[in-house]
């Protein structure tokens, strides 16, 4: 593949992976053929023992363990289509935060669930593109994902224009899914059972080449999000008496995003900086602002090394509090760290080892997040996969 | 703040842009340039970050389920 076709294929590879943002394939179908796989183990820190509610005799203060297995294969089907197939599976086990409750001294210590909870999840995911001209794209994708108590069903459609001389790119996305959520012990704990959430997304994006050594590109995203949307393993302490209700959320849900990415090649050093920005906002007053700033350092022609620190900052849902001193009006209750206030750092770093046909890597994440919530979680991650190209 | 944000992105976007000839492209063309390097290193961090906080990306509502409260 000459120099010429190569910029534009790695253009039209990179935006399209960024979801909605650019598809372009300027130059039309490539003939190379990838496969990858990667593992990953997540770990949740313990709950310290100084955040834990120690009353309950079945909770546990060990969190997730997660063992993660994924696939993607991506290659042409004819001279103007591309399949790209993805699936994984996950198999987990630990306790889960269940609710909030107040010690003698009014300090807020998390509940947790046994640590027998046990779950598989797996995931598949179909794409195809369409490659009418030069300049124009059509995307067809379909996913399931199923686990325990838990499927999803969801489709896609999209299309993208480049311009002439391939500078920029629009992508208009429009995609829906239908989830069931069947939770387990749902007669013994009073937990809901076959309840549907409906989703529909729209997204409009815009990416170009700013100069021959920089890329950017641009995208705001709407979803709707309606039907069940609480989580049915959680309670909220309801009232002085410390009596539970469960967690109960508004049945309807609008979300706004904002997408900014540019990708800079720095000569002098060979390397690549990334940089990332979402601004995120919703219907239930959550607003957030997530940075991310990778370096992607050759240091030799085979060897790289990736140090990547992610920023995130999130506001709190309106009905969210850590406990209710008296019943609310509208109902809603929930006490779920992820609806509370609070911020989240993350450092990873990576190590990509290139050969002949494709690429090794393993990668390493911390994230820590700070707020006034005791379940917030800390974790860690582990990973390490190959890629490889083939004609 | 968030829209004029949004229209300097715009402004950069479009009058910001050189005219790159297409053999001034081989920098973009490495892989370290593109958006994702690592289609699945991406799938799994919105996967994770989504059940751990109460924001998602525009693309992350296909697949479901959250595998872990």
């Known amino acids: 593949m000459g120099e010429k076709c190569k910029a534009l294929a790695a253009l039209t590879a990179a935006a399209m992976e960024l979801g909605v943002v650019g598809s372009v394939r300027a130059s039309g179908l490539e003939d190379t053929k990838r496969v990858s796989y990667k593992y990953t183990q997540y770990r949740e820190a313990d709950l310290p023992v100084s955040k834990f509610h120690t009353e309950n005799r079945l909770s546990s203060r060990s969190r997730y363990e997660i063992d993660i297995h994924q696939f993607l294969y991506q290659g042409p089907i004819s001279r103007s289509t591309e399949l790209k197939v993805s699936a994984s599976t996950e198999t987990m086990s630990g306790a889960s935060p269940w609710y909030v409750a107040r010690s003698s001294e009014g300090i807020p210590l998390q509940v947790m669930s046994g640590a027998t909870i046990s779950d598989s999840r797996t995931d598949l995911e179909l794409a195809l593109r369409n490659y009418t001209t030069a300049t124009r794209e059509y995307i067809y994708s379909f996913s399931y994902s199923t686990e325990n108590d838990y499927s999803s069903l969801g489709l896609g459609y999209g299309f993208s224009k480049s311009s002439e001389n391939q500078l920029h790119t629009i992508d208009l996305m429009a995609n829906g899914a239908i989830d069931q959520v069947d939770a387990t012990e749902a007669d013994v704990y009073d937990r809901k059972d076959g309840e549907i959430k409906r989703s529909i997304g729209l997204s409009f994006g815009f990416s170009s080449i700013i100069h021959q050594n920089l890329l950017m590109s641009s995208s705001i995203n709407y979803v709707l999000y309606s039907g069940y949307l609480s989580d049915p393993y959680k309670l909220a302490e309801v009232g002085e008496e410390g009596d539970t209700l469960p967690d109960s959320r508004p049945d309807n849900k609008n979300q706004f995003s904002w997408e900014l990415s540019a990708r800079r090649y720095l000569p002098t050093r060979d390397s690549a900086l990334h940089l990332d920005y979402r601004f995120y906002q919703n219907s239930w007053e959550v607003e957030s602002h997530t940075f991310e700033l990778g370096w992607y350092f050759n240091l030799t022609s085979n060897w790289q090394i990736v140090p990547k620190v992610r920023y995130y900052s999130q506001t709190n849902a309106a009905f969210y509090q850590l406990f209710y001193t008296s019943t609310r009006a509208d109902g809603y209750y929930s006490s779920d760290y992820r609806l509370s206030e609070f911020d989240a750092v993350s450092f990873k770093l990576k190590v990509n080892r290139k050969v002949d046909f494709g690429v090794f890597n393993i990668a390493l994440e911390q994230y820590n997040s700070d707020g006034s919530h005791p379940g917030l979680v800390e974790f860690n991650r582990l990973s390490v996969g190959f890629a490889l190209e083939f004609e | ?69």
């Open chain 2, 1 to 69: 703040m968030q829209l004029k944000c949004m229209l300097l992105c715009v402004l950069v976007f479009t009058i910001g842009c050189e005219s790159v000839k297409p053999w001034q492209r081989g920098n973009l063309a490495r892989p370290e340039m593109s958006f994702a390097p690592d289609p699945l290193e991406r799938a799994l961090d919105e996967h994770i970050y989504f059940s751990k906080e109460a924001s998602s990306s525009g693309s992350a509502i296909s697949g479901g389920g959250c595998g872990c409260n």
